[in-house]
């Protein structure tokens, strides 16, 4: 493989790490909560790029947006921008996405994903450009649309109801998901506990999970960058709470690429508790 497709692959492994960037109790004013994060991107210990996630948490029902941009040298080589956001109602503690869509600008081309869900179903998706048929991709058929979620709100999290937030249960679960172009499995596995101050925000214990890549559907399974992904065993993805619920989001993504480690981390990442609904305050 030459040196520009290298760097193209490891630049779209680091930049869809940049873009994708997640209890049940009895009394729902304990379980909102507001997070507002920034996080910085970098391929090799160079900058790549910045982005932002905000995700909101009432007793019934969540939103959540994540966008992000490429940025220096590596505007020049190869810019690009992104924004993914999702909606939907908290069924036990966990949100179940309804509707997601997602934008990837890269140079002159545009990748939109819209999909409407219904309690893991896809009810409709679409995907700009259509997938480019091959007979080498493995076929995707409707059972591949069920019992999936989306790229968002699989990354939303909920820890187990009883029992230290910080612990090994969290990582112990694997997520279907549907991209609008691929189904594929995240198995994560606890590797350890580690303590993270950010510049703004939060500073405390987060939980180090392993990340596993598993293609199901959708993908061409010779294809250099599926096959580094599934036998790379070194990505990790570190969770950290959101303020008034049960539930962690990344902290922190890193995944290896042949140009060196791409990661993601948080810079700012504020999160507090709201107050019920129904009482028309929140507290701070």
Request: charged share 20%.
């Amino acid at each position: 493989m030459t040196l520009r497709p290298r760097l193209r692959n490891a630049i779209a492994l680091g930049f869809a790490t940049l873009v994708l960037a997640t209890d049940a109790v009895s009394n729902s004013a304990q379980a909102q909560g507001k997070l507002e994060a920034r996080f910085e991107a970098t391929l090799g210990g160079l900058p790549l790029g910045k982005g932002a996630m905000a995700i909101d948490v009432r007793d019934d029902q969540f939103s959540a947006t994540v966008s992000g941009s490429t940025t220096g040298l590596v505007q020049v080589v190869a810019g690009g921008r992104g924004r993914s956001a999702v909606t939907g109602t908290i069924s036990g503690g966990q949100p179940v996405a309804g509707a997601y869509a997602s934008s990837i600008v890269t140079g002159k081309k545009v990748d939109e994903v819209r999909m409407l869900m219904s309690n893991g179903t896809v009810k409709d998706s679409t995907a700009e450009p259509p997938t480019i048929p091959s007979p080498d991709r493995v076929p995707l058929t409707e059972a591949h649309r069920r019992n999936v979620s989306d790229p968002m709100t699989a990354a939303i999290l909920r820890a187990p109801a009883n029992g230290n937030t910080f612990s090994a249960e969290v990582c112990k679960r694997t997520l279907s998901i549907f991209d609008g172009r691929m189904r594929y499995d995240l198995q994560l596995a606890f590797k350890r506990l580690e303590t993270v101050r950010s510049e703004r925000g939060y500073q405390g214990n987060v939980v180090v999970c392993a990340v596993y890549f598993s293609p199901v559907a959708g993908h061409i399974p010779e294809r250099p960058v599926i096959k580094y992904m599934v036998h790379q065993r070194d990505a990790e993805m570190w969770l950290a709470p959101i303020a008034g619920t049960r539930l962690m989001v990344p902290y922190r993504l890193s995944v290896p690429t042949p140009l060196g480690l791409a990661m993601v981390q948080a810079r700012e990442f504020i999160s507090m508790p709201q107050a019920a609904s129904r009482t028309g305050t929140r507290s701070h």
